[in-house]
C-alpha cells in the first residue's frame, strides 16, 4: 500500500502524469506547515501554486490554489505533492507513514452545508511569495556567533618584524573599545568569516576578508610575537602584488597603524597617512671626489630626494612600499632590491655606516664600469660627467630555431622514446648581436660570440651565473674586491669570471645598447600562448614544441614579426594558391601554384599536386630551389580539405568527375584567383541562375489528398535535382511524408505533367520505364496501402514471392515496384541488367556500410534518377553519408578510403588548444561538408514544418531496484569491472593508446549484460524470470493508468526476452495486447488491428523491427524499456506515432534504472553525439571512440 494507491482513484490518468512530471522536475517545495495542516507545498507551474493537506477526523482534505482545482477536480499540483512525500524520507510537516494512517477524502466532501466552517478564502500572491521566503525549521543553522559590539572598532596593525622578514606587508587585526575618556587600548581579536558578516560598515566587512584572504602567520613562524600572552591572533601575510591596494583601503578607515613593539599598547596612537604623490624609485649615484669615484645609494621621485637610511621600513618589489614620517609611500625597485640591503643597514654603528659607500679609485672606474652594466640588476644610475656610457634603444628581433629529433639540438632535450615532439630555442637579435633569454644584464654584451655571424654563432652563450652576484651582499670591506680583476685578489672566488672569460671591454665612451626586457617577456609570452613549454631547467632557452602544432606555430609567429628557421634553414611562408579550371569531356581539371620568395626576393611557384602530396604524407613544409623551407598554406589546405579530398591526385593537377561540378563551384570560394573555361563556367552559371526552388503542384484532379506546403516544395525540389543532373537525399524528419512526397512525384511524372518529366534535345518525351522502390522488409505494403491511399492511378507491384520471375517479365507493366532489401540483395544479378527510370532506396540508412551487400547491391542497379529516403542519413558517424552518396552520385565523395582519412583527422590542425583542436577541426571539416551537400540533401523537421503538430514531452524515468536486483546487477559490474580492467592494464604499450583494442568483444559482452540485468534478472538467467523487476513494476503501473483513461500505448524493447517478460505479465492480468518482432510474418493485420481495434491498448515491439516504416498513430504514449548508444533509434520509434496524423499529445518515457550503465550511457549520449548535428543531424558512433575511461565510468 502506498500513497498513490490510496489517492489514485481521485486523479484522472493524464493528471497524474503531469503532476509525476512536476515532481521529477523538481518543482514541489515543501515548506513548514502553518496552524493545522499536516503538509504544505509551492508547486511551481506557469504560475506557483499552493498546496496543503489538513487532517479531518480519520480523512486527509487537500485544497491547491489553481483554478483547476477550484472549478471542482484534483489537480497536479496535489499530485505532484502526494509523489514527494511518498519519495522522500525527511522534510517538514506530516510523513508519508502518517499521511497513510488516513483515509483520502473525495473532493465533493469540501462542498460545505451552510451551517458548515467557511472554506478558507484563496491566499493572495503576496502570502505565497513570503511563504517561500520562509526558513524551515530543518533547514535553519546554528544560531549566529556573536556580534561585534558597536561601541567597539576592527584596527588594521602592520607589523613591521614580520613584514621585513617576509619582505610582504604582515597585518594584525586587533579591536578597540570607546569609554568616557576615549578609546582604550587595542586587544588582540579572533577574526573568522562568521564575525565579519556581522560588522556594520560594510567597508570594515570588505577590508578584513581582504586580509584574512592572505597567509596566517602561526605562532609556529613567531612566537615571539604571535603567541606573546597567550593570546588569540589574527595576524596575516599580504600577497606582495595587492599590498599597495589594501594599504590603502586600511588607510581610509583612519585606523592603520604601526606596531612600535611595546606589548598590546604597541600600535602609534596615531594613524598613518598614504602618500599619494608618486611612486618612489632606487637610484645609484657617483660622486666625484678628489681621486675616487664614491657610489652610494637614494631614493628619488620626480625633484624629490630621500637618504636610503631615512624609511623605516622598505618592502621591495614592483609592488614595494616605504613607511617614513607617518607616512606610506609606493616604491618599485624595478628587480634592484638589492641594492638596498647592500646600502641600507640600521643595525650598524657609525664607523660601520661610513663603510655603506663605495670607493673606486680613478684607476679602476673603467673596470668598475665593464663589471657594473652586465649586473643583472641595477637600478637608475646618475655618473659624473664624462663617465657614463651612451645608451641606444633599439627594438629586439625574435628569432626560434626549430630542430628536429635527432639534432644534437634536440637530443639534449629530448627523451629517447619522445614522440611528436620537436625542440626549439629562442633567442633575441640586439643590432646584430645574438641574445638569449637566460643571459644576465641589462645591456647587450658587446663579445664577439653575440655577433650574428660570427664563429661561434650557432653556440647559445652558456648561462653563468652573474660573476658579481655576490658583489652586492659581500661585507663592505670585500665589496671593492667582487669589482677587481683577478690580478687584483690573491683568489679568484668561484663562479667569478676572470680575464680568461670573455667579458665586455668598453672604452670609456662606449655605447650601449639597453635590452628591452618587457619586450623579451611579451615576446616569450607569445611561444607560451602557441603551446611552447620550457624543455627543462638545465636548457632554459630550450623549448618544446609538439610537432602537430608547428604549421600554426610558424605561421602564427611570421605574421607578428618573428624570424623562424628549421634546422638551420630559414623558412617562408606561401602566398594565396592561384588557381585554373579546365574542362574536359567527361571531368573538370583544376590546376593552380603557389608563390613563395626566396632569400634572394625573386620568387618560385610550386604546383599544387606537389603541395597536396607533400600535406598528403604528412609534411609541413617543401624545399624550395634556394635550400630554405617552404611552409605549406596550411589555412588554405584546411578551408579546401575537402576539395583537396575529392580530387584525383594527377601529375600536375587534380582531376574532378563531371558530377563533381557543382561541389566543385561550392568549395572554391576564393573566386577572384580562381580561372575558368568557357564549359566550366557555362555550368556554374547555370547554378547561379537558378533562383531556389519552386513548389510544384501534384497531378491535378488525379492525387488523392492535399499536399502541404513544404511537400509542395519537396516536389520542386526533385526537379531541381533532374535539371543539374544530380540525385540526391530526402532527409526530412520521420512522419513528415517522405512516402507521401515521392508517390506525388512519380503520379504526376507517369501521367505526363510537364514539371515532372523529362524532355529530350528534341522535345520528345523519354520512353516509359518502371521506378523500383527498395525498402525494409516490414513497410513494403505500407508503400502499397500509402499509393492504394494516395496516388491509385498509379500501377504497383510488390516484388515479393516465389514466383519472381514471372514478375520480372512484367515490369514494364506497372509504374512502381516496391521490394525489400533482402529481395534486392538474392535477385541482383537479374535486376541489374534492368534499366528504372528512378529507384528509390526508403529507410536508405540501410545501405550506410559501403561493404555490405545491400550497400554493394543497390550501386549495381541502373537508372536515370536515384533519391534516398531517410530521416537519419548520419546515424552513427561521418561514413554513412559517403556510402549513400555513392549509391547516389558515384565518385563525388572521392574514394571511401580517402574521405574516410580525411573525417578521422577531421582536418588539418590549426588550433593550438590541444582540448579543443579536435573538435574545432572537426566542425571546419563539418562546415565544408555541409556547405558543398547542401544541394544534395533536403531536410525539414516537425519543429520546422508541422506548426499545427500535438506537443510531444519526452521524458526519462529513473526506476529504483530492490536490493534482489541490484545485487544481481553489482555482482555482475564487479566481474566485468575486475576482468576489463585487468585485461586492459596488462596490455603491451602502445597497443591501443586510448580504445579498447582486443577486448572490444569482452568489452560489448559486458555492456549486454548489464544491460539485461538493468533490465531484468531473468535476462540473464531464466530461472529467475518470477523474480521482480522495476522496469516491469513502473511499466505495469503505468500501463494501468494508461488503459483507465482509455488511451494507448507503444512499448519498444531490443530485447525480445524482455518483451516476453511484459508479455507473460499482461497475460496473468487479462490484458490485451498486439505483438511485433522479426519473426512476425502477418505485420500488416497486426499493425491495422491496433490501430483501429480500441478494445487493444498496448502494442509491444522488437525496437530494429518496429522501429520503421510503421504508423503507429493510434497511440498517445511511447515506453522505450532499453535505451541504447544512438538516440536515432530511439527518435524512430518514437515518430512512429509523433506524425502526420496525430491529433493527440504524445508522451514518450525513456526508462532507465538509477546507477547502472544505461544511465551512464545517457550521460555519455549528451556528451558525444554532437558529430553530424551539422549536416543533417545523425549521431556520432560512441562505442568507435569508447576509451579506457570512458569504460571505467560505465562500470562505476
Known amino acids: 500500500m502506498s500513497l498513490m494507491t490510496i489517492w489514485s482513484p481521485f486523479f484522472q490518468s493524464p493528471v497524474r502524469m503531469n503532476g509525476r512530471t512536476l515532481q ?6 515543501r515548506i513548514a506547515p502553518v496552524g493545522e495542516e499536516l503538509v504544505r507545498a509551492i508547486v511551481e507551474d506557469n504560475e506557483p501554486q499552493t498546496v496543503t493537506i489538513e487532517q479531518d477526523g480519520q480523512q486527509a482534505a487537500a ?18 505533492t502526494l509523489v514527494d512525500l511518498q519519495n522522500s524520507s525527511g522534510g517538514p510537516g506530516a510523513t508519508k507513514q502518517e499521511m497513510m494512517r488516513l483515509r483520502a477524502r473525495a473532493l465533493k466532501a469540501k462542498k460545505r452545508a451552510a451551517s458548515a466552517a467557511p472554506r478558507r478564502p484563496k491566499e493572495p500572491e503576496w502570502v505565497t511569495r513570503l511563504s517561500l521566503l520562509r526558513v524551515p525549521s530543518y533547514e535553519r543553522k546554528a544560531p549566529t556567533p ?42 588582540p581579536l579572533k577574526v573568522n568569516n562568521d564575525l565579519i558578516g556581522t560588522l556594520s560598515d560594510p567597508k570594515d566587512r570588505e577590508l578584513a576578508s581582504l586580509v584574512i584572504g592572505g597567509v596566517q602567520v602561526s605562532e609556529d613562524d613567531d612566537a615571539d610575537y604571535v603567541g606573546r ?44 597617512h598614504w602618500d599619494d604623490n608618486g611612486t618612489w624609485r632606487l637610484w645609484m649615484i657617483g660622486t666625484e671626489v678628489e681621486d675616487e669615484m664614491v657610489i652610494n645609494v637614494q631614493l628619488r621621485r620626480k625633484d624629490q630626494h630621500m637618504q636610503i637610511d631615512h624609511p623605516s621600513m622598505i618592502l621591495g618589489g614592483m609592488h614595494g612600499l616605504i613607511f617614513y614620517d607617518n607616512f606610506i609611500a609606493p616604491f618599485d625597485d624595478r628587480d634592484a632590491y638589492r641594492w638596498v640591503s647592500q646600502f641600507r643597514d640600521h643595525d650598524r654603528d657609525e664607523d660601520e655606516k661610513k663603510a655603506r659607500t663605495i670607493h673606486i679609485p680613478n684607476d679602476d672606474i673603467n673596470r668598475f664600469l665593464e663589471r657594473l652594466y652586465m649586473l643583472p640588476q641595477l637600478p637608475e644610475i646618475e655618473l659624473p660627467a664624462g663617465f657614463g656610457r651612451e645608451e641606444r634603444h633599439v627594438e629586439p628581433r625574435p628569432h626560434l630555431d626549430i630542430f628536429s629529433p635527432g639534432t644534437a639540438e634536440a637530443s639534449a632535450v629530448l627523451s629517447s622514446n619522445a614522440r611528436n615532439q620537436l625542440a626549439a630555442r629562442v633567442w633575441f637579435e640586439y643590432d646584430g648581436r645574438r641574445i638569449y633569454p637566460s643571459q644576465a644584464g641589462r645591456f647587450v654584451p658587446m663579445t664577439p660570440g653575440t655577433l650574428i655571424g660570427g664563429s661561434e654563432e650557432e653556440e647559445p652563450v652558456p648561462v653563468v651565473e652573474d660573476p658579481n652576484a655576490e658583489a652586492l651582499t659581500a661585507a663592505p670591506d670585500t665589496r671593492a674586491e667582487a669589482f677587481a680583476t683577478p690580478e687584483d685578489t690573491s683568489q679568484v672566488a668561484e663562479g667569478e669570471v676572470g680575464e680568461e672569460d670573455e667579458v665586455e671591454e668598453l672604452p670609456p665612451q662606449g655605447v650601449l645598447i639597453r635590452r628591452d626586457r618587457k619586450a623579451e617577456r611579451d615576446m616569450i609570452a607569445q611561444l607560451a600562448t602557441c603551446g611552447l613549454r620550457q624543455a627543462n631547467s638545465a636548457n632554459p632557452d630550450m623549448l618544446l614544441l609538439p610537432l602537430k602544432q608547428m604549421p600554426y606555430v610558424i605561421t602564427h609567429l611570421m605574421s607578428n614579426d618573428w624570424i623562424v628557421s628549421a634546422d638551420r634553414l630559414h623558412v617562408r611562408t606561401a602566398g594565396p594558391p592561384n588557381l585554373t579550371i579546365a574542362s574536359n569531356v567527361d571531368w573538370f581539371e583544376l590546376r593552380g601554384n603557389v608563390k613563395y620568395t626566396r632569400l634572394d626576393g625573386t620568387e618560385q611557384d610550386v604546383s599544387l599536386p606537389e603541395i597536396l602530396a607533400a600535406a598528403r604524407n604528412g609534411n609541413s613544409m617543401i624545399t624550395l630551389d634556394d635550400g630554405s623551407q617552404g611552409l605549406l598554406p596550411e589555412q588554405w589546405l584546411d578551408d579546401h580539405g575537402l576539395l583537396t579530398a575529392m580530387g584525383e591526385l594527377e601529375e600536375d593537377h587534380l582531376r574532378f568527375k563531371a558530377s563533381q561540378a557543382a561541389l566543385l563551384d561550392s568549395l572554391l570560394d576564393e573566386k577572384e584567383l580562381v580561372s575558368v573555361d568557357e564549359q566550366f563556367d557555362i555550368a556554374r552559371n547555370q547554378l547561379k541562375a537558378f533562383e531556389g526552388i519552386v513548389p510544384l503542384d501534384p497531378a491535378p484532379g488525379k492525387f488523392h489528398g492535399a499536399l502541404r506546403p513544404y511537400q509542395r516544395e519537396g516536389l520542386g525540389w526533385f526537379k531541381f535535382l533532374r535539371t543539374f543532373g544530380m540525385n540526391g537525399i530526402l532527409a526530412d524528419d520521420m512522419g513528415l511524408g517522405k512516402t507521401v512526397q515521392v508517390l506525388a512525384m512519380l503520379e504526376a511524372r507517369y501521367l505526363g505533367i510537364e514539371d515532372h518529366i523529362d524532355v529530350t534535345l528534341n522535345g520528345e518525351k523519354p520512353k516509359h520505364r518502371p521506378t523500383l522502390v527498395v525498402v525494409p522488409r516490414s513497410v513494403v505494403f505500407n508503400w502499397i496501402d500509402e499509393a492504394a491511399k494516395f496516388t491509385p492511378d498509379l500501377r504497383v507491384m510488390a516484388y515479393a514471392g516465389a514466383d519472381r520471375i514471372a514478375l520480372r517479365e512484367s515490369f514494364d507493366n506497372y509504374d512502381v515496384i516496391v521490394t525489400s532489401f533482402g529481395l534486392m540483395r538474392r535477385d541482383i544479378e537479374e535486376l541489374q541488367h534492368y534499366g528504372f527510370d528512378y529507384i528509390v532506396l526508403d529507410e536508405a540508412q540501410a545501405i550506410k556500410n559501403p561493404a555490405s551487400q545491400s550497400a554493394k547491391s543497390a550501386r549495381l542497379l541502373r537508372a536515370n534518377h536515384r533519391l534516398a529516403l531517410t530521416g537519419t542519413p548520419i546515424e552513427n558517424h561521418l561514413g554513412d553519408l559517403w556510402s549513400i552518396f555513392e549509391f547516389l552520385n558515384p565518385g563525388m565523395l572521392g574514394s571511401n578510403a580517402r574521405f574516410a582519412d580525411i573525417i578521422r583527422a577531421g582536418s588539418r590542425v590549426t588550433q593550438r588548444d590541444e582540448e579543443t583542436e579536435e573538435s574545432e577541426a572537426k566542425t571546419t571539416m563539418l562546415q565544408q561538408i555541409a556547405m558543398s551537400l547542401r544541394p544534395f540533401i533536403l531536410r525539414r523537421t516537425k519543429a520546422q514544418v508541422l506548426t499545427d503538430l500535438p506537443p510531444k514531452t519526452e521524458q526519462t524515468i529513473l526506476c529504483h531496484m530492490e536490493p534482489e536486483q541490484r545485487k544481481v546487477y553489482d555482482d555482475m559490474r564487479k566481474y566485468y569491472r575486475q576482468n576489463l580492467m585487468k585485461q586492459l592494464d596488462s596490455t603491451p604499450t602502445g597497443a591501443a593508446p586510448t580504445g579498447m583494442g582486443k577486448s572490444t568483444f569482452m568489452v560489448l559482452e559486458a555492456l549486454l549484460r548489464l544491460r539485461q540485468a538493468a533490465c531484468h534478472p531473468g535476462l540473464i538467467d531464466e530461472a529467475r524470470a518470477d523474480e521482480p523487476s522495476a522496469k516491469l513494476d513502473v511499466l505495469l503501473e503505468r500501463v494501468v493508468d494508461i488503459i483507465e483513461e482509455g488511451s494507448k500505448a507503444l512499448v519498444f524493447s531490443q530485447f525480445t526476452s524482455m518483451l516476453s517478460l511484459v508479455r507473460r505479465r499482461l497475460d496473468e492480468r487479462g490484458i490485451p495486447y498486439c505483438y511485433l518482432d522479426g519473426q512476425t510474418r502477418n505485420r500488416r493485420e497486426v499493425v491495422e488491428q491496433f490501430q483501429t481495434d480500441e478494445k487493444i491498448p498496448l502494442f509491444l515491439i522488437s525496437l530494429k523491427t518496429g522501429g520503421l516504416g510503421l504508423n503507429l498513430t493510434a497511440a498517445e504514449y511511447v515506453f522505450i524499456l532499453d535505451p541504447w548508444w544512438n538516440p536515432a533509434v530511439e527518435a524512430q520509434a518514437i515518430d512512429r506515432t509523433y506524425r502526420i496524423g496525430q491529433t493527440k499529445p504524445v508522451f514518450a518515457y525513456r526508462m532507465i534504472c538509477e546507477d547502472t550503465v544505461e544511465q551512464r550511457i545517457a550521460e555519455m549520449q549528451d556528451k558525444k553525439r554532437k558529430l553530424a548535428d551539422a549536416i543533417v543531424g545523425g549521431e556520432e558512433n560512441i562505442l568507435r571512440s569508447l576509451t579506457r575511461d570512458d569504460l571505467e565510468k560505465l562500470l562505476s
Open 146 to 187: 556573536p556580534v561585534l559590539p558597536s561601541q567597539r572598532q576592527i584596527c588594521y596593525v602592520i607589523v613591521p618584524k614580520l613584514s621585513h622578514r617576509y619582505q610582504s606587508l604582515v597585518v594584525e587585526l586587533r579591536q578597540r573599545s570607546s569609554s568616557n575618556t576615549g578609546w582604550s587600548k587595542m586587544k
Open 24 to 29: 521529477l522536475d523538481g518543482k514541489v517545495k
Open 229 to 272: 600572552g597567550g593570546r588569540p591572533h589574527s595576524v596575516f601575510r599580504l600577497p606582495a602584488g595587492a599590498q599597495q591596494m589594501i594599504v590603502q583601503q586600511m588607510i581610509d578607515t583612519g585606523r592603520c597603524f604601526i606596531d612600535l613593539g611595546d606589548e598590546l599598547s604597541g600600535p602609534d596612537e596615531y594613524p598613518v
Open 63 to 80: 485544497d491547491c490554489t489553481c483554478p483547476h482545482f477550484q472549478s471542482g477536480a484534483y489537480c497536479k499540483h496535489v499530485w505532484a
